[in-house]
């Protein structure tokens, strides 16, 4: 028998501690350094724009005139996808986590993640060469029975190249996102609180409402904010599908444009006070997200006593 | 406002496997019925299938018949979300709906399918409810705190509070104290002995003392090993299965010589 002392320990175990924590740390540190970076990045880059002539800035009417269309625009389009696809994902990601037969919903689970895995150059192709096409018909139709609202004046784009539907192919987009994080979270619901609500005599869809749906609440929250994110910042597909112009309220007419698709298009051949202009454009797409961000996280917060974290 | 049940060779099946065999047991109303045996005889799993609960888990199903006053709970078009909002539930762990406040908990299961109730009604209800489950004092100056605010033992009671609120025929309690202190439990045996004025009382426990205090009669549930079906051994008055059983395992699980 050999006597141990408490003052002695293994030294292997710190170790691994000590490397453990200093990892954590430093990726911690990483990446509010990137953020820090982008950000300081951006606002260097954009203050010559901000502080230009008037007449020096694209449109010759100052930086203001210029980004208020595209914030706009950005908004209508992510606006449209969220709305069509945040329905669209919580019934999908129910019928996976709570009606589907369990050989269905793993099949279904998986071709649903690998919709998210799809480059989104591949969707605005989809978007420009099938959808806008497809769709045009009905654009004719929603100006001549629905026309008095203003988002669906006439006359309906001819090629469908239109905000909705760059809206709509940004919807299919997001649609795997908000669907993957909201079945996880539906998933996670305490199998006692759901017995509780069934025990009471609630019918299934009682007991969604009772218990997944709250329960989920903040987690839905989140993923919609997530796909917002997807949504605002989309380029690709929204630059192809897209035949811009200035805004318009109507959905269905050519016009209106995102800030990333007109960065993406004009930045290639930008040089001097033009590039200044595209990265303060940047920079007000970085603002609206953060915005975004704080809204939803006061959202959840607001709620935080109901949560059932406690 | 209670009804009895009885119960005719009941077999329950986790697929092909048999959890319990052949149940033939007589609940009378207003009465506090005690199930008890080793862990893994089946007692639980009989319990939830005297409301149906049992289908939850994938795969479950039973053959015999449960009568409630005579109507078999497995006959042909019996919706199972009726039956279980005439037989309530409160289970193991304290479970209060943590986005609900605890005036929204009690109301949980009468707000069900659509019921329209005033805000005078429902005032009523819960002061009725709450004082029935022996928490009106400690609650009535924070009903719209959340429920998962209060302590284990008066969450549970709050459970019961939201079980009785609908006013079923019969409660089924799964071990509702083994997750409690000795002070809560003891409240809840007071409260289950209140309760059996008015309802039909069934519950499962693993402690003895328990079962020995709160019912009138005892039920005796034991496997022969892993892999077999759960049995109900011996059903009788409580003070005689626990001075003077019949059969042995009986005496040998109430005496602590097994078990």
Redesign the interface.
Known sequence: MTTTSLTKSRGAGHTGDKVFSAATLAAGCLILAVLFGVALFLVVQAIPALVAPADQIQGGEGFFTYIWPLVIGTLIAAVIALVIATPLAIGVALFISHFAPRNLASGLGYVVDLLAAIPSVVYGAWGVAFLAKEISPSYDWLAKNMGWLPIFQGPASATGKTILTAGIVLAVMVLPIITSLTREIFLQTPKLHEEAALALGATRWEMIRMTVLPFGRPGIISAVMLGLGRALGETMAVALVLSSGALTASLIQTGNQTIAAEIALNFPEASGLKVNTLIAAGLVLFVITLGVNVIARGIISRHKEFSGAN | MSKRIDVKDLNVYYGKFLAVEDVNINIDAKSVTAFIGPSGCGKSTFLRTL?R?HE?I?GARVEGEVLLDGDNLYGPGVDP??V???I??V?Q?P???????IRDNVL??VK??NKKISKGEADVLVERSLQGANLWNEVKDRLS??G??LSGGQQQRL?IA??IA?EPQVILMDEPCSALDPISTLAIEDLINELKDQYTVVIVTHNMQQAARVSDKTAFFNIAGTGKPGKLIEFGDTPTIFSNPTEKATEDYVSGRFG
């Open positions: 409301n609960m939850v994938p979300v009726t279980r909002s005439q309530g539930m289970f762990r479970n209060p709906f943590p986005t609900m406040s949980a299961g069900l399918n705190k959340p998962s605010g459970c939201r079980a609908v």
